[in-house]
């Protein structure tokens, strides 16, 4: 025995049940693409967070790059300043001269404070070599001189630290 008496089945009842069966399932249809939806959006926003922290490491990498040229224009002005002092037993008067200025002045955002601070004691070697020649006393630019010449030999372990390419730079302290 049936306990649906299909005979007595009303066309109403029939489409009200078919109608809650097609919403039921057009429901289940947009439920799954939904979710299909669901996870390519979180595919998506996965790989513009890589992309992002690949435009970020980028990006670093740029600005390492940018700060490691401005510093070798620092340290080529420091080596051409020497050069010049070493071959022409003088400091220049010329565009190396002004050019390692400028480098000093520099120095202080480019590297550590020590780095500025011994390149200031080197140009005032130069400045007290100048003052001693204009002056006739070749005994004291004599020794000046030879200050001089020791410190040229210091000028690679001086830059070093900062000029080292593919290390990870020192953190600044947080004061």
């Known amino acids: 025995m049936c306990s649906v008496a299909w005979c007595s089945f009303s066309w109403e009842a029939f489409a009200t049940l078919t109608t809650g069966l097609l919403a039921v399932g057009g429901a289940i249809v947009i439920a799954k693409l939904q ?6 959006q979180t595919e998506i926003a996965d790989r513009q967070t890589d992309i992002a922290a690949g435009q970020a490491e980028l990006e670093r990498v740029k600005l390492r790059s940018e700060l490691f040229d401005r510093r070798a224009k620092v340290v080529d002005a420091t080596r051409a300043w020497f050069h010049a002092f ?12 002004t050019n390692f200025r400028e480098a000093i002045a520099i120095a202080d955002f480019l590297f550590r404070p020590a780095v ?13 070599h100048h003052l001693h020649r204009t002056r006739n006393d070749h005994d004291a630019a004599h020794a000046v001189a030879l200050q001089i ?3 040229s030999n210091e000028v690679t372990q001086l830059f070093e630290p900062e000029m080292r390419l593919g290390e990870a730079l020192p953190q600044a302290e947080d004061n």
């Open 86 to 97: 070493n071959a022409d037993g003088h400091i220049p008067l010329d565009e190396r001269n």
């Open 149 to 151: 010449l020791t410190a």
């Open 35 to 40: 979710m299909h939806i669901l996870t390519r």
């Open 116 to 128: 500025a601070a011994r390149l200031r004691v080197w140009h005032d070697l130069g400045l007290r």
